[in-house]
């Protein structure tokens, strides 16, 4: 299923990627899953509260703010859809550790950036089994 | 009966529901009761081995209940349970470039 999302929502992801590097931003993606694809209405930015030397390479989003997400999209009749994170200087796929800690349903965006700025940016789903991913499409 | 709160990733495998009433008891005989009804919640909740994956929180209420009696803390009618998630990930370790 295609993930919806308008250059201006993928403007923020990559400022946010831009502005955290050389460490790792995270924020959630909110929106309608309208069965044929996830429509992504606004991308809001989480606070990375994993240790700050280890924030080059992880990403921790506080339960707590995770519940006053769930509430404001609920309040707005929109769902989470899914989250987004950098990889600074590496590849925008998901690492083992992404893998050890998706929820499944949700799109996983990577947002690969480097000093240059953003490089790519890719959306992955975690497989039921939690065996690993699959791609999936981003369409504007 | 206490109800156990499910986050938006899991309500695929609860029929869509964000809400299921579930047995009393401890958290742990409720989070049983929860996937006995749904099984396909389990290796999302559990590792291999039977743990609460660690980045699976359970609140009771506002708290988190590893600051209460953990998987001991009593649940009765009318408690809310909720799962919420830790949102955590990044790259492999060493860099690439």
């Known amino acids: 299923m295609p993930l919806k999302i308008g250059a201006g929502d993928v403007g923020h992801i990559h400022d946010h990627a831009k502005e955290t590097y050389p460490q790792e931003c995270s924020g959630v993606i909110v929106g309608m899953d309208v069965g044929e694809m996830k429509i992504v209405v606004d991308v809001w930015r989480a606070e990375n509260t994993f240790e700050e030397d280890e924030r080059g390479h992880r990403f921790l989003i506080d339960p707590k703010e995770y519940i006053a997400f769930e509430k404001r999209a609920g309040e707005r009749d929109m769902d989470i859809l899914g989250v987004y994170h950098s990889h600074p200087d590496h ?12 929820w499944p349903g949700w799109s996983y965006v990577i947002a690969s950036v480097s000093e240059n700025g953003v490089e790519d940016m890719r959306s992955w789903l975690l497989k039921d089994d939690r065996s690993g991913y699959e791609d999936e499409p981003i369409v504007g | 009966m206490p109800k156990v709160r499910i986050p938006t990733p899991l309500r695929q495998y609860t029929g869509g529901n964000p809400e299921v009433d579930v047995g009393g008891g401890t958290a742990a ?27 699976v929180n359970v609140y009771k209420g506002d708290e988190d209940i590893r600051y209460l009696d953990g998987p001991d803390t009593q649940v009765s009618d009318g408690d809310e349970l909720s799962i919420i998630p830790s949102i955590a990930g990044g790259s492999a370790r060493r860099r690439c470039r």
């Open chain 1, 91 to 102: 590849p925008a796929e998901p690492s083992d550790y992404d893998r050890e800690h998706a």
């Open chain 2, 29 to 55: 005989d409720a989070l049983g009761d929860l996937t006995e009804q749904h099984p396909d919640l389990r290796q999302h909740l559990y590792t291999g081995d039977g743990k609460l994956r660690s980045f």
